[in-house]
């Protein structure tokens, strides 16, 4: 069966990308009956769509075959290792080293559907859900996710992700954060990762309480909009997310299930950048 014409799909560049980074899987059981680039073709389409599994359209593989492909994958971390491989060898591809040495921490809320699971209510932004804690690079490129319920506040939530990532970048050297993570969360993460967090305030803050005629002389809006150093590259990469609509809300019962679609999500965004160099 070939593949459906759809803009999801792998093209053969991306496949065979793909195909040298895919894990070895361990020989088991008779050989498989579908095709595995269909079946990652049908995976992202759901990625991209937001469609239900049961949703998919009839050229795809049953869908009961394409969820069992992808909760093995959610199971053995697939997705995760294919991500720190496409970023490692994209970085290197566009002249940066392999390892990253700094990065940028940050959290975002998402509703919840009714498939129930943990969630929790984040006062601040007004939403009933879960948080995805995510750290990247200075590109913007994915190095850890953590979701969990959104009653968390980020200096808890913070600490999940930074033990989830303690040992796993060893050259990492600097994080950026904002307020969210001031106080003790600051030194037990500098003291965890033995690194340097550094909070980036805005600048416009201490002027308006103290100064307010200099802001009013200079025509600068407090309330408006205004990019930080640093912190508008982890506000694109949740953008970067968002474009997939299985990603516009969390429909999963599952933490670790949106988290694989983290990864799956960054992956799809790196293959194409390395194919299009």
């Known amino acids: 069966m070939s593949c459906g014409p759809y803009t999801s799909d792998l093209s053969d560049g991306e496949w065979a990308l793909l195909q040298q980074v895919w894990p070895t899987p361990a020989p088991r059981g ?11 073709d049908a995976i992202l389409y759901i990625l991209r769509g937001g469609i239900a599994w049961r949703a998919l359209p ?5 869908w009961q075959t394409v969820h069992y492909h992808f909760r093995v994958m959610r199971l053995t971390g697939v997705w995760e290792q294919i991500n720190t491989q496409l970023r490692r060898l994209y970085r290197e591809r566009i002249g940066r080293t392999a390892d990253v040495h700094a990065a940028i921490i940050d959290s975002q809320s998402s509703k919840t559907a009714e498939n129930g699971g943990v969630r929790g209510f984040d006062g601040n932004k007004k939403v009933n859900g879960r948080k995805r804690h995510i750290l990247v690079d200075t590109l913007g490129l994915l190095l850890k996710v953590v979701v969990h319920p959104a009653g968390l ?16 970048f060893p050259t990492l ?18 003291h965890e990762l033995n690194v340097e967090l550094e909070v980036l305030y805005p600048w416009w803050r201490q002027l308006k309480r103290y100064a307010p005629d200099i802001l009013e002389a200079q025509g600068i809006d407090p309330e408006a909009f205004h990019v930080l150093p640093r912190r508008w590259v982890v506000e694109r990469s949740f953008a970067w997310l968002g474009r997939n609509r299985r990603l516009a809300k969390d429909f999963e019962a599952l933490p670790e299930t949106t988290e694989t679609w983290c990864y799956l999500a960054m ?8 194919t299009a160099l």
């Open 153 to 168: 506040a980020d200096r808890q939530g913070g600490r999940l992700l930074i033990q989830a990532v303690k040992g796993q």
């Open 30 to 40: 008779a050989p498989a009956t579908w095709n595995r680039r269909l079946i990652l």
């Open 173 to 190: 050297q600097k994080i950026w954060a904002d307020q969210g993570y001031t106080g003790e969360f600051k030194r037990w993460a500098s």
């Open 58 to 62: 009839h050229d795809f593989p049953p």
């Open 267 to 274: 992956s799809r965004l790196v293959l194409r950048r390395l």
